[in-house]
Each structure stands twice: as C-alpha cells, then as structure tokens.
C-alpha cells in the first residue's frame, strides 16, 4: 500500500522560506514522476511543481524563480522549497504523484503565509 505523508508546513511571515518533505512509501517511487499541488480556500487545487524521474522539473508560473522541487531516491522523499513567499501562497500543500492518484490524495500540510 502506497503512502504519501507531507510535513513541514506552518505560517511565516511574506518573503520568509519554508520547506515542505513528503515521504513515499512504495518500491517504485524512483520512476514515477512527482508532484506539488495546492488548494488554496474556494480555488481549485492546482498543480505547483512537478518532478520527473529524470530530474527535470517544471513550475507553474506564479512560483518559478521562488520555489525549487527535488527528490531524494534513497529516501524516497519529495519536497519543496519555498521562499520569497507571499500572501497569495496561502493554502494545504499537498503532494502525489504527476498525473495524480485519487487514492493518495492525503490531508496535506497547510502553509500560511502572512503579510
């Protein structure tokens, strides 16, 4: 059975940094592609950054240049640096992998970013 547990969310004040972590449970996390997605209150959930099993990465325009997706094989973790951070990055981060499995969907760590 496949988990995925975020972790590292909080409230940081606008231009701080934080860094998200997802672990993934599974044998197989290294090919699949990963990603980050949020949903902020009363938008839909939207993907932020996608890893590929090759490294490369995309972002979705509002972030690039601020957040930075790795993963880490060995550990089998994911995650998301974020920095330059502003009000409008408020939401539940959450991750899964690129396209998304409903089943995986967790409760996701809520970052808040205050002005």
């Known amino acids: 059975q496949v988990q995925l547990v975020e972790s590292g969310g909080g409230l940081v004040q606008a231009g701080g940094s934080l860094r998200l972590s997802c672990g993934v449970s599974g044998s197989m996390f290294r090919i699949y592609a990963m990603g980050w997605y949020r949903q902020a209150p009363g938008k839909q959930r939207e993907l932020v950054a996608r890893i590929r099993s090759d490294l490369s990465t995309d972002y979705v325009d509002s972030v690039k240049g601020r957040f930075t997706i790795s993963r880490d094989n060995a550990k089998t973790t994911v995650y998301l640096q974020m920095s330059s951070l502003k009000p409008e990055d408020t939401a539940v981060y959450h991750c899964?992998?690129?396209?998304?499995?409903?089943?995986?969907w967790g409760q996701g760590t809520q970052v808040t970013v205050s002005a």
């Open positions: 899964n992998f690129d396209p998304p499995v409903r089943e995986y």
